[in-house]
């Protein structure tokens, strides 16, 4: 059986807007204040790269290097994203 993922306006995203959220990349981890969306890219605030991330149950990653300024992540890389810590 099929279905059909339906676009509901303010989901994703979107809803997540204000949040510090954890994006599951091609080739990398970012986490950061998600202050930004639009259909190519996300941007983020307190932005860093997750190079190790631990036991999810832990409040802190294990390594996580801060990015030098607001971080912009294309759409196309994410495969997942969500409120981890």
Sequence with gaps: MR???EEVEGE???ALIGQRITLFCMNYIYTG???GVNATCVL???AAVVYE???FG???WKDAQPLPNAWYVQTAAIE???VVK
């Design 80 to 82: 997942g994203f969500g």
């Design 3 to 5: 279905k059909l993922v």
């Design 58 to 60: 832990e409040k802190n």
């Design 12 to 14: 994703g995203l979107m």
């Design 33 to 35: 204040k998600l202050v």
């Design 44 to 46: 983020l605030h307190d």
């Design 53 to 55: 991330t631990g036991p």
